[in-house]
């Protein structure tokens, strides 16, 4: 069993920055390869960026790519992301996921605004 909890969210000019984090507990958190997910108002959860448990493979959203940053530090069971020159389009709750085989949690998320 694994409890996500994010942080970091709030309110940012765009062009700024901000830095999620997802910790976690549970020994096991290592071994789970974990995504951020964000949703806006009116719009479906949609897939941000995810790591292998490893953290030696990154994936990433067009969208985001080249503005955002996923990663892990695993002796902490916390996973970031580090979002650099945001958008009004970024808005949204942003989720934690931790999934390995058949198991799959989420966190609560935590919610990033962006104004112009």
């Known amino acids: 069993q694994l409890q996500l909890v994010e942080s970091g969210g709030g309110l940012v000019q765009a062009g700024g920055s901000l830095r999620l984090s997802c910790a976690a507990s549970g020994r096991t958190f290592s071994s789970y390869a974990v995504g951020w997910f964000r949703q806006a108002p009116g719009k479906e959860r949609e897939f941000v960026a995810a790591?292998?448990?490893?953290?030696?493979?990154?994936y990433y959203a067009d969208s985001v790519k080249d503005r955002f940053t996923i990663s892990r530090d695993n002796p902490k069971n916390t996973v970031y992301l580090q979002m650099a020159s945001l958008k009004p389009d970024d808005t949204g709750v942003y989720y934690c996921?931790?999934?390995?085989?058949?198991?799959?949690?989420w966190g609560q998320g935590t919610q990033v605004t962006v104004f112009s």
């Open positions: 790591v292998s448990w490893s953290g030696a493979n990154t």
């Open positions: 996921n931790a999934k390995r085989m058949s198991r799959d949690y």
